[in-house]
């Protein structure tokens, strides 16, 4: 497999990891999120490596390095997407986590605005012996 093929294959597992990624933001899978943004994470250098790769060897072979630049902007172009609707996707959840939250908070004041109403007063901690 030549270097070219090994650097498209990097940003191929990039890709289903940013579609794993996006099903599980919709699905609330907060751990699963984190694996995935790991592994994009330690694909970077592999990226950085094989792109290196492939321009060496297909400058020494006397191959244009455009046309591998034309592939690889595609799959970028892809990618950018897909981690665009991703953001846009957590974005959403964040919201909807947000609102919830404030719901949450509003009834907990409510709870204590009633425990304050109708329990009964707390006795005096201190007597007098005199």
Known sequence: MDAKQELLEV??????????????????????????????????????????????????????????????RAVVALLMDLEARNGELLACQRRGAETKMAGLEGAHRTLQRVHRSYAPAQPAAWHSYS
């Open 11 to 72: 940003y191929d597992f990039w890709l289903a990891s940013s579609e794993r990624e996006g099903e599980a933001i919709r699905a609330g899978d907060w751990p699963v999120v984190a694996r995935c943004q790991e592994v994009k994470r330690q694909l970077q250098p592999k990226i950085i490596r094989h792109t290196k790769t492939a321009q060496q060897e297909w400058t020494q072979a006397g191959r244009d390095w455009a046309e591998v630049q034309r592939d690889v």
